[in-house]
């Protein structure tokens, strides 16, 4: 986003403290920037933020409820939270779903696209599979590739057999009222 909308500043926010330093360094551009933290805490300004990405991330959140009241606090009012993430089951899924209604931000859209992810794991998988194969050591790569979710990880299997779904939220944050 930083690279292709430059009227746009981003933070990315993570709990590894060397991906943090290692985006720093990949990735040097003028509106962006990374930060030590944690999902449920954040250390930003209320009402302060447009918008808040969160990618494959809230599944492996400690409290997902605290993640949500931190993204309602931060959000201006109007801000959206776009959200993808997977789950286990369906059944999970749900229960996720419930938690999003339930945080005082409004529904805007909801989606279940995990045949567009099978179809994504399953196109990207040969040059997935190379990057891995040139870059991490042979004693490595079975963790990236599961990690790279390339086909036959767990992650393909679950989606793939129906056990695992992937779903796409849109949040807003209601208007201020006066």
Known sequence: ??????????????????????????????????VHGTAESLMVLDNSI??????????????????????????????????????????????????????GLLMINHEDITVNVLSAIESDDAAKRKTIESLVPKSY????????????????QSLRDGSGVYHRYVLQKPEARL
Do not use: I
């Not at 909308?5 to 330093?21: K, L």
């Not at 400690?62 to 109007?78: I, M, T």
């Open 141 to 156: 790569q079975k963790v990236f590739f599961e990690v790279a979710a390339v086909v036959g990880s767990r992650v393909h």
């Open 50 to 103: 447009d918008v808040v990405l969160a990618v494959e991330s809230s599944h492996a959140l400690g409290n997902v409820k605290k993640f949500l009241s931190e993204v309602l606090r931060v959000l201006k009012p109007g801000g959206h939270l776009l959200l993808t993430d997977l789950r286990d089951s369906l059944e999970e899924m749900e229960s996720f779903r419930e938690e999003l209604m339930a945080s």
């Open 1 to 34: 986003m930083a690279r292709n909308f430059h009227r746009v500043w981003c933070t990315g926010v993570d709990v590894a403290e060397h991906a943090v330093h290692l985006s720093r360094k990949e990735y040097d551009l003028p509106n962006l920037s990374f």
